[in-house]
């Protein structure tokens, strides 16, 4: 798997569009590029290892879709959403 963003700064263009910058601006956060059935199974593993903050984007051409692996406590947990 490939990282596709880690850590970002308040001023990346995703995190700047933002009314709060996200977990990615405390190193709380990774989209890792993955797709299929390894995407279910990373998805499984996470939540195995007490990751409570899942995103899904498993849309369009599989070199864009991801997961995002989230640890940010002080953001309401546990939640999975799609984007």
């Known amino acids: 798997m490939s990282v596709?963003?880690?850590y970002r700064c308040a001023n990346h263009p995703i995190e700047a569009k933002k009314f709060k910058p996200g977990a990615h601006t405390t190193g709380k956060a990774v989209d890792l590029l993955v797709f299929g059935d390894k995407a279910y199974?990373?998805?499984?593993i996470a939540m195995k290892h007490g990751i409570?903050?899942?995103g899904v984007s498993q849309k369009g051409h599989k070199n864009k879709r991801f997961?995002?692996?989230d640890a940010d406590d002080s953001r309401i947990s546990p939640v999975i959403w799609s984007y």
Request: hydrophobic letters at 40%.
């Open 41 to 44: 199974e990373l998805v499984q």
């Open 4 to 6: 596709s963003s880690g």
């Open 52 to 54: 409570k903050r899942i």
């Open 67 to 69: 997961i995002h692996l």
